[in-house]
């Protein structure tokens, strides 16, 4: 009878060693969800593709939704959770990983409505000073980003080049905050743009012009989140951010100066 007892007491204790287990790693997923789900806005920084991003927005579900909800409640939790990730795919490949506002004013939200940033950013007015800050330079990226999808496919002529030019630099110097982590992708801007003249990568020409327009936005876009004083009620967010911002706005202005002095 002891032994028995001392069985039936082992398999109980592994069963809720198991349980626990269980409990401890879905609560992990569920706290990096939001941060993974964070992450993907990159894809939409790189590649702004409705497919792309409809197939990360499925696996992550799957990932930090469907799979603690089945590791908590193996039966109805997982199905609805499941459910809800299946129409939230659905609805982010038709909505876009890019909103369809146009972008002539950089303050409206240019992410698309199922991403991190498009979800939260129309609520960043009651947002506390890190997180807002946040929102505001990512939203801003995808704004650069819409402008980068919407270049002609060529310029016929030299006039048209510089029309365009013109018009892309209005946009740019409307923002009130200019975030210097948008620099790369504004550099992406006018590559393209110039590679685009006449269908033809940029002659020698155009190569200064690219130079110079590095070192006119470098003037122009100096908010650096880095430098931020964050109150503790930001903690962690703020040194967070400001690492990650930092690793672009520490190094951009040294990559551009590298370049000034190649081309010299």
Not at 94 to 109: E, F, I, R, V, Y
Not at 183 to 195: E, G, K, R, S, T
Request: aromatic letters at 14%.
């Amino acid at each position: 009878m002891p032994g028995i007892i001392c069985l039936l007491t082992s398999k109980h204790r592994k069963y809720i060693d198991m349980k626990r287990i269980k409990i401890i790693f879905s609560i992990v997923l569920l706290v990096l969800a939001i941060p993974m789900w964070r992450y993907m806005d990159f894809l939409t920084w790189i590649w702004a593709s409705e497919t792309l991003y409809a197939l990360a927005f499925f696996f992550w579900g799957l990932t930090y939704l469907v799979l603690p909800a089945w590791l908590l409640k193996p039966k109805l939790l997982p199905t609805i959770a499941f459910a809800l990730v299946f129409i939230g795919t659905i609805l982010s490949y038709n909505l876009g990983p890019l909103s369809k506002m146009a972008t002539n004013d950089s303050s409206h939200s240019h992410c698309g409505p199922m991403s991190f940033t498009g979800m939260f950013y129309p609520t960043i007015n009651f947002m506390t000073q890190a997180p807002a800050d946040d929102l505001d330079a990512r939203n801003q990226l995808c704004w650069i980003k819409k402008m980068i999808q919407r270049i002609p496919e060529k310029f016929s002529t030299k006039h048209e080049l510089e029309d365009f030019i013109k018009l892309t630099q209005t946009k740019l110097l409307n923002p009130e905050n200019k975030y210097r982590v948008s620099l790369p992708l504004i550099a992406l801007l006018y590559a393209i743009v110039l590679a685009h003249e006449e269908g033809v990568m940029p002659n020698i020409s155009n190569g200064k012009m690219f130079i110079d327009s590095l070192k006119f936005w470098i003037d122009q876009y100096t908010d650096e989140i880095s430098s931020r004083q964050y109150s503790w009620w930001d903690y962690p967010y703020g040194p967070y951010i400001q690492f990650e911002y930092g690793l672009v706005e520490k190094n951009w202005e040294s990559i551009v100066n590298s370049l000034i002095l190649e081309e010299k």
